[in-house]
């Protein structure tokens, strides 16, 4: 899981996911060139897109345009421009080079990407790339930073369009109703596992029926230039484990099949390093079946990551300390690797509004249950967020008694231990008998309540670490505050959003349960660490039980009272409009000089 929101880690990857976006991948989206009209036909483009659907329109209609420009430009100036530098001297100069291959390599995700938000996103930025007028260039700015017309920051409100924003994505036909995918499903049991694969789009076939698409034949024309390029720095590599993965994902770019690569992945043990592939199942919200394309490139820290390796030797442990029944529990594999990165460079999902600062790969519950999975901390970005945006909202929603308990380090370690926790809990659940992934069987909310139990859990399991000795003892109370704080930077992100309403479920809970009060008067928040600490267990409890159920309608039900904004959260937001929302990156290494 990939996480950009909560812990921003996806997802469920903790906070939990271009060059200038002028690389191969993203201006293509420019040129609008014959690729684009595959988002304007039915055979081709699983959203039946009509002619008008991918012309930009007013949102607001009733403000001028130059109050609509002003508007949008006061949402962009809500995202801080971030130069996130990496020092790659250090690198043997073919290792360096292979760096700029992978980032080449990277940039062909973000087409496909844009392609995937919505099948006309390449037609309608095409078109605003043509603005001259202020409102029009404010438009494209947006959509660009937004990853379609719709902004994720505020409900998936429209803002280039009049349509409203499609649940289905890219993946699916315009109009295709969850009811009606399953119904086809049922009634057509041999395609099942096609049409539910994570790796294929659904269109509709000459008489209106389903079929499913593989990735790789949708997505050739970017695919084929990105496994060329990631064979190319396979050659350049003198690392063997990074080679051996380079291949296999060039070859999985081909088939679809990531499971030998993903293992390779596993088995990474190089400075220089790529994730690249179909993750993450967030923007599905039909359905929660479809991956999205995404790539991180980093630079590895060695000491910093053989400093936290003592942690994945807790994972059974911490599995076994789950505040539930022997019988919930359950063991997957513990190998997991934690990686220290800096971030070097990122391309797709993992470059929409919301920056992922950690994940926590691979999803393929087989492979985890093998190698378990690897922890990845984007430390250049940890820090950047933490400075400019997570300690400035704790000091504007916190009592000021508890500024002094802000604390970069503990921020870091939840962030660490969000990502850990992805690991434990149930993977899979019985549906009418059968034994099916948790993700399937929740549907669209195991998102939310994934980034939720992953956030609890982390302050758990911290707690558990200072309670064994690991953690020091006088961290408790800085952990507690920062990871309250923290809820507030997610929450921003809008209850729409699934590491937001993961963090409004947290927020809620522990009102209820006297963790923590609201100063009406003062517009801030106190802590009751020894309440908070009961809630935040009853909550982890509660959290574990749902996914190890695996009813849909019971989690639906629990999201929808918890995970909604109250009257507290309003006003507490309310004080924020000077703090950044997210930061709009930009990577040197990759020669930008200016955010995508």
């Given at each position: ?28 989206l ?53 130069e ?34 919505w ?62 995918f ?10 099942a ?43 350049k ?21 990531y ?37 991180f ?13 003592k942690?994945k ?38 470059r ?10 691979p ?162 928040f ?5 309440k ?13 039980m ?48 200016a955010?995508?």
């Open positions: 899981l990939a996480c950009g929101g909560g812990s921003e880690s996806k997802g469920g990857k903790a906070d939990a996911k271009t060059g200038d976006a002028k690389g191969k991948g993203a201006t293509d420019e040129t609008a060139d014959a690729k684009t009209a595959d988002a304007g036909h039915d055979d081709h483009g699983h959203g039946e897109i009509e002619a008008t659907d991918a012309k930009p329109t007013d949102a607001k209609p009733a403000a001028s345009e130059a109050d609509q420009a002003a508007d949008l430009q006061a949402r962009i100036d809500r995202f801080a421009v971030a996130l530098g990496v020092d790659t001297s250090t690198l043997p100069e073919r290792e360096r080079e292979t760096l700029l291959l992978l980032i080449d390599a990277a940039r062909q995700m973000d087409p496909i990407f844009d392609r995937q938000a099948s006309a996103n390449p037609v309608l930025e095409a078109e605003l790339a043509k603005a001259t007028d202020p409102l029009g260039k404010a438009k494209h700015a947006y959509l660009r930073l937004m990853r379609g017309p719709w902004d994720r920051q505020e409900h998936r409100e429209p803002f280039a369009t009049d349509h409203p924003w499609p649940k289905g994505a890219g993946f699916y036909p315009k109009n295709l109703t969850a009811e009606e399953k119904a086809w499903v049922d009634a057509h049991p041999a395609d596992a096609a049409l539910e694969s994570l790796t294929t789009v659904i269109k509709r076939d000459a008489e209106g029926g389903l079929l499913a698409v593989p990735y790789h034949e949708e997505y050739r024309d970017w695919l084929t230039p990105a496994a060329a390029k990631l064979r190319e720095a396979a050659e590599t003198e690392n063997a484990s990074l080679a051996k993965f380079l291949r296999s994902r060039a070859d999985a770019f081909g088939s679809d099949d499971y030998q690569s993903d293992k390779d992945w596993m088995d990474l043990d190089s400075r220089v390093e790529i994730t690249i592939g179909p993750y993450e199942t967030y923007e599905d919200e039909l359905l929660g079946l479809k991956a999205s394309y995404e790539a490139v980093t630079v590895s820290d060695p000491a910093a990551s053989e400093a936290l390796a942690y030797a807790w994972l059974p442990k911490m599995e076994q300390h789950l505040p539930v029944d022997d019988a919930v529990k359950t063991k997957r594999g513990a190998e997991s690797p934690i990686r220290v990165v800096d971030l070097v460079f990122t391309a797709g999902d993992a929409k509004s919301v920056q992922t600062i950690a994940f926590n790969l999803n393929d519950e087989r492979v985890r249950k093998e190698k378990g999975a690897k922890k990845v901390l984007l430390r250049n970005l940890i820090e950047t967020k933490f400075d400019r945006i997570m300690k400035p909202i704790g000091q504007k929603v916190l009592d000021p008694a508890l500024h002094d308990r802000l604390d970069g380090g503990a921020f870091f370690d939840q962030v660490l231990f969000h990502e850990l926790s992805h690991s434990l809990g149930p993977a899979f659940t019985k549906v009418d008998g059968k034994l099916v992934d948790v993700r399937v069987a929740l549907g669209p909310a195991y998102t939310a309540l994934e980034e939720c139990k992953a956030d609890a859990l982390g302050a758990y399991n911290i707690l558990y670490m200072i309670e064994q000795g690991v953690l020091p003892a006088d961290s408790r109370e800085k952990v507690l505050t920062s990871y309250f704080a923290g809820l507030f930077r997610s929450v921003r992100f809008g209850v729409a959003e699934a590491h937001g309403q993961g963090a409004a479920i947290q927020i809620n809970r522990y009102l209820a349960g006297g963790g923590a009060s609201f100063d009406a008067a003062k517009g801030t106190t802590i009751d660490f020894a908070l600490e009961a809630s935040i267990e009853t909550l982890v409890h509660d959290l574990i749902l996914q190890h159920e695996g009813d849909k309608a019971e989690a639906e039900a629990f999201l929808a009272e918890h995970g909604v904004m109250s009257k507290e959260m309003e006003a507490a937001l309310a004080g924020l409009g000077e703090i950044p929302v997210d930061i709009r990156p930009v990577y040197p290494v990759a020669g930008e000089t955010p995508r």
